[in-house]
C-alpha cells in the first residue's frame, strides 16, 4: 500500500481505520487529514515545501479509548517509521535518565529497520548463495595434507563428491535438525550509557569508529540446528551486503519526511509540580519544545532534522488540562479532538466488528485445538453490559476491560481445551452470567479481579 497511500482521500484514510477502531471520528477525521496533507506538501515546489511544518495534533480522552491505536494503525498504513513515547519516563536537563532527543534517535533506528526490509530483496539472491557457502564449509570441513609438519588447507577444486551430496541433503532440508556450531556477532553495550541517557552518539561520537573500545560486536560459538544457522547467518550475509550509507540516508530522510512521534501521558508533564527527585515537570516541556518546533538531533546515522516529523500527542488531562502546558508548546499542537468514553454499544462493535475483533481472536485460538466456539448475540450484549458496569464502577480503562473479562469468561476453556470430548462450545446469556456474575456483583471482588 507503500505506493497507493498518496492516492487515499481522507475518507479513505478514516476507512481503512474503521477496520481496526470503533468510534472516535473526530479523531481519525484529524490524523486523515495530517496524512493527506503530507501527500499534498511532497507535490509542491521545494521551497514552498520547506515551510509547510505538519499540525501537531493532541487527543484528549481516558484510557483504553483508540489514542495509540489510532497512531500506530495511521503509521502502519502508510508504513511511516513510528515510535510511542512516554512523556513521564524523559527527565529536564541536568537529571539522569532519558533525555528527549533519544525518542528521535529511536524513530531512526526504526526507520533503518523498515528501509532494510525493503532493500533485502535486492540482495537476497546473493546472500543465500554465501549463506549455503558457509554451512557447507561447516557441514564439509575443508581437508588438509600435511607438507613439512604444517597443515595446508586443499583447495575445493568442485570434484568432492561427499560435498556435492551434502548440498543435495541441504537443498532438500534434510539437515535441518543437525546441530552445528557457528560464530554469530554478538552486540555489547557501552559503558558511557551508564552515565548519560544521550549515549555516545549526544557526545557526537560514533561507535564503529572506536574499534569497540566502547561496544561494538564480538564472536560468540553457539550450536544451533543447520535451519537456524541458515537464518542467522543469512541475516548477517544481508547485511554484508546492504549498502548502510544508502540505507542511513534513506531511512534518514524517510524520518525527515514522513515519521511520526507519539508522546503519550503529555498530561502528567502539563502538571505544575516538581517530583521528589527534583525534576521540574516544566522543564521537560522545555526540552521536548525545540524538538516539537524543529531542530537538528544527533544520531549514529548522521543529523536529523525534527520540522516535519508528525507529533500526535496523548492525555486524559483528568489532573490537568492543555491549557496548563507553556504556551510555547501549545502553539505546537494546534489541533485538539476529544475521544469520547465508550458505551456499552461501542462494547459490542468492538467485539463483533473490527478485522482483529477479541471473539475472532478467541475463536481462531481455541480452534487450533479442535474447539468450535459460537457466541450468542445475547452473551455479547451481556459482556458488554458487565464491562460498562465494571467500567463506571472501578476504574474507567476503556476497551481494556473487555481483555480481563474476555479472559475470565474463557479461563476454563482455554485450560481444558486439549483434554474436552465435547468439542462444539455455545455460549450464550445463561454461560456468561454463570461464569461473571458472582464477580460482577461483588464490588471487592471486581476491583481485584476485573
Known sequence: MKQ?????????IVEELDKYIICQKEAKKAVAIALRNRARRKVLDKELREE????????????????TEIARRLAKLCKAPFVKVEATKYTEVGYVGRDVESMVRDLVTAAVKIVKEEMRDSVLEAATKHTEEKLLKILVPEAKKHDNDKDVIVQDDGLNP?????????DEG??????????????????????????????????SDMNGMF?????????????????????EEIDKLLDMDKVADTAIDRVENEGIIFIDEIDKVAVKSRGSDGVSREGVQRDLLPIVEGSQVNTKYGLVRTDHILFIAAGAFTMSKPSDLIPELQGRFPIRVELQSLTKEDFIEILTKPKNALILQYKELLGTEGL??????????????????VNSDTENIGARRLHTIMEKLFEDISFNAPELENKVINIDKDYVNKALGNIIENRDLSKYIL
Open 52 to 67: 509547510i511544518a505538519p499540525k501537531n495534533i493532541i487527543m484528549i480522552g481516558p484510557t483504553g479509548v483508540g489514542k
Open 215 to 235: 561496544g561494538g560486536t564480538k564472536q560468540k560459538k553457539r550450536r544451533v540446528t543447520v535451519a537456524q544457522a541458515r537464518e542467522i547467518i543469512l541475516n
Open 162 to 170: 561427499t560435498r556435492d551430496k551434502m548440498k543435495v541433503l541441504l
Open 372 to 389: 468450535e466456539i459460537s457466541i450468542a448475540d445475547d452473551a455479547i450484549e451481556m459482556l458488554a453490559e458487565y464491562a460498562t458496569k
Open 174 to 207: 534434510k539437515l535441518d535438525d543437525r546441530e552445528v556450531e557457528i560464530s554469530v556477532s554478538v552486540s555489547t553495550s557501552p559503558m558511557v550509557e551508564m552515565f548519560s541517557g544521550a549515549g555516545l552518539e549526544g557526545f557526537g561520537i560514533n561507535l
Open 4 to 12: 497507493e497511500i498518496n492516492e487515499l482521500t481522507p475518507r479513505q
